[in-house]
């Protein structure tokens, strides 16, 4: 009986040892990278004319999604979906921010991802692009510091006076001055930098890695154009500044596998938006601006070695709003209390062969300008809507139109099979009577609740 219990003693505490083991291993490091105004037929493994064989080994060793949404058709409220997890209305941001003349930022008060994995214990660390505000003259803006990012480099909107030789970077709070490359390169040997400087290496770190390339004004090397057209063919530009994209990309995943095993890194790969430019929407109604799906579509690939399925192209509707959630899932770290989050983790799909996804709430799109205003995706269908009420016709957004915004309601419901017809061209509202009543009751229902929560900045 001794020996018994001796033996069972053993294997208790072997257990509770492996047990602890598991707890302190170290979580995955997060990287995301996130393009500008990319369309959803750009890159070569959508079927795009652009060489992009970084990103194309990402999606292989990863998993992609055919119908990836983002959060918004124009860049800023698309962004703090990604870094919240919440429709942009919700978090402040209603379009796309000029400092100058607006007070819209993303609010202080919303819980970022950066805020989530630097509580977890990462280093955190913001490069390129930002357009979620930053202060003025005249306007004491919270910057990236406040919204959890230990190190910041970033440009308010775009890279000016184009990608190349940019003279719009912000260091910490501090101009940069003009910098000499172009901006894609620079925001990587940024990121390589601050890899390097890290003082604990043993920490795990997050870092979001948002490039300018392809919103315009465009740049890239002569010699990618060439492959492409003309120098100064406008197409074959935006082409090139895929192309110098990709290769920046690939500088970058080659430090990381100087900083750690592949395995010990989860890379997120995304677009803002669509493509301004119609060609690149892969036939998809609209493009970037517009609630259809060439404005709202675009690229979305996971890749996480030895976790997430390995060359599986997936056909559940998800978008940036997911982001968040999965993760969090992903990492082991909880979600924040008491916060709505409109997206729902994708682990289960990534990780699972047999999993199907559990959405509790539709995936939703608002967009004061664009014609349709509201757009949403529930299974296979579509509906979308004009709004009952008239703004001034600026495109810049007016904070004094908030109030109408918020109480408005909608008009001219279209509903769309996105299975049988992807391109939106039939409406089959008519035809489904009951589906239509039943689909524009969860569009109003999703909406205000996110009204409910939007800021009205006019009263500031």
């Known amino acids: 009986m001794r020996i018994l219990f001796r033996i069972s003693l053993t294997l208790v505490l072997l257990f509770a040892s492996i047990s602890e083991g598991e707890a302190q291993q170290e979580k995955p490091n997060v990287v995301i990278l996130l393009a500008d105004d990319l369309g959803y037929e750009d890159v070569g493994c959508y079927g795009g004319p652009v060489k992009t064989p970084t990103i194309d080994t990402l999606a292989a060793g990863g998993t992609r999604f055919q119908q990836f949404y983002s959060g918004c058709a124009v860049c800023s409220p698309s962004r703090a979906t990604l870094i919240t997890g919440r429709h942009h209305i919700r978090t402040g941001v209603y379009s796309w921010i000029f400092d100058q003349g607006q007070k819209s930022h993303l609010l202080e008060r919303e819980v970022t991802l950066a805020e989530i994995l630097k509580k977890a214990g990462y280093a955190t660390a913001h490069v390129g692009k930002w357009h979620l505000g930053l202060p003025t003259e005249a306007r004491d803006k919270p910057t990236p510091k406040e919204h959890g990012f230990d190190h910041w480099f970033a440009t308010w909107n775009n890279a000016e006076p184009s990608h190349h030789n940019p003279e719009t970077f912000i260091r910490n709070g501090e101009p940069v001055g003009k910098l000499d490359g172009y901006s894609c390169q620079l925001v990587v040997d940024e990121a390589i930098q601050w890899l390097d400087d890290r003082t604990d290496t043993e920490e795990p770190f997050f870092l979001n890695v948002w490039f300018h390339e392809p919103h315009a004004p465009i740049a890239a090397p002569d010699e990618i154009v060439e492959d492409y057209g003309k120098l100064k063919d406008k197409g074959a530009v935006y082409s090139g500044t895929i192309d110098n994209t990709d290769r920046a990309i690939k500088r970058l995943l080659a430090k990381l596998k100087e900083v750690g095993a592949p395995e010990d890194t989860i890379i ?193």
Not at 304 to 319: C, F, N
Not at 362 to 385: E, I, N
């Open 268 to 460: 997120v790969y995304a677009s803002d938006n669509g493509s301004y430019r119609d060609d690149r929407t892969g036939g998809l109604r609209g493009r970037k601006g517009m609630n259809w799906d060439g404005g709202i579509r675009v690229p979305g690939i996971f890749n996480w070695p030895g976790k997430i399925k390995t060359d599986v192209v997936l056909q559940e509707p998800a978008g940036l709003v997911d982001v968040l959630p999965t993760v969090c899932e992903l990492v082991g770290v909880p979600r924040p209390e008491g916060v709505h989050l409109d997206g729902t983790s994708l682990a289960p799909l990534l990780l699972k062969s047999d999993a199907v996804l559990d959405r509790k709430q539709p995936l939703f799109w608002h967009l004061q300008k664009s014609r349709p205003v509201v757009a949403m995706r529930a299974g296979k269908y579509s509906l979308v809507a004009d709004p009952d009420y008239e703004l001034s016709t600026s495109n810049m957004f007016d904070e004094a139109w908030i109030p109408a915004i918020k109480n408005g309601r909608y008009t001219n419901y279209q509903l769309f099979d996105l299975e049988a017809d992807p391109n939106q061209t039939t409406n089959i509202a008519s035809e489904n009577p009951a589906l239509l009543e039943r689909l524009k009751d969860q569009l109003l229902e999703v909406n205000d609740s996110i009204m409910m929560d939007g800021k009205d900045w006019h009263k500031e």
